[in-house]
């Protein structure tokens, strides 16, 4: 599963699932959506796509594309070479105007992502080292310590990214 940044209001402009499911049978052959609003579909060398927008915003898809002799053989029918072109293209297509942002933005996105989840990795990291180096720590920071660490913790397990306050609040208690 992959999550792509969003423009800010296109999921509501877009008209959410609903809006997506539309979007998709524009790229995509035998789109089917189910009651949650997850719409699924192919074209291809991409067999399945599955896609929504999720509660915090982004778009999370899950793409299985042919892999191996199944790919070979794809490759070497009768115009398979170009259906694999056409299968990149609409792909790219999709997600420009599913997330708003062209590939390079969305690279610059996930960058952003990756540098905020290092941090807070970072920040849990060293406020552990200094609870256990540190001789004299009141017992009201190492609890207030704690706590930041479980919320940087639970925004990263549900796939979210912690924010610049949650983690400079965790690196001024030390």
């Not at 942002?101 to 905020?116: C, L, P, V």
Request: aromatic share 6%; hydrophobic share 40%; proline share 1%.
């Amino acid at each position: 599963m992959e999550r792509f940044a969003v423009k800010r209001g296109l999921i509501k402009s877009m008209g959410g699932n609903a809006g997506l499911a539309k979007l998709a049978t524009g790229y995509f052959d035998n789109v089917n959506v189910d009651a949650d609003g997850v719409f699924t579909g192919s074209f291809g060398l991409l067999v399945k796509v599955e896609g929504s927008y999720d509660t915090g915003g982004k778009l999370a898809v899950d793409v299985e594309q042919l892999k191996g002799a199944d790919l070979a053989a794809f490759l070497d029918s009768e115009n398979g070479r170009e259906q694999a072109m056409e299968s990149r293209k609409r792909w790219s297509g999709f997600l420009d105007e599913a997330t708003g942002y062209n590939a390079k933005q969305r690279g610059d996105k996930a960058k952003e992502d990756a540098k905020k989840l290092s941090k807070a990795k970072s920040a849990i990291k060293m406020a552990h080292k200094s609870m256990e180096m540190m001789k004299i720590v009141d017992q009201a920071t190492v609890e207030k310590a704690h706590e930041l660490i479980e919320a940087l913790e639970a925004t990263m397990e549900k796939g979210e990214f912690p924010t610049e306050t949650q983690v400079k609040k965790l690196n001024d208690l030390f």
